[in-house]
């Protein structure tokens, strides 16, 4: 199962990468590169959807890019969260 959720990215001042949902709420990801930040989100998207499945069985709707407003410093990605499957082992 894939999932795609919008995001933001931004470049702290500490010159690391942090990556925020839009509609997972309180689910980010921080790196010190901007891959690190990305694949940081990815696992912590796939940890808070299965979380939310099991607790809910529902998962919020995603915001249309159009809706989104972003500041000047912050870029917008579409973040594509490939599930694993049952009995898959990293």
């Not at 696992?43 to 995603?62: F, G, M, S």
Request: hydrophobic share 35%.
């Amino acid at each position: 199962m894939t999932f795609y959720y919008p995001a933001k990215i931004k470049k702290k001042s500490d010159g690391s990468y942090r990556v925020d949902y839009f509609d997972l709420d309180q689910c980010y990801g921080e790196g010190p590169t901007e891959e690190e930040a990305l694949a940081d989100a990815r696992a912590n998207a796939i940890d808070w959807i299965q979380l939310e499945l099991a607790d809910t069985n529902d998962l919020p709707a995603v915001t249309h890019k159009d809706d989104i407003v972003l500041d000047k410093d912050e870029r917008f990605v579409e973040m594509m969260i490939i599930m694993p499957r049952e009995g898959w082992d990293e």
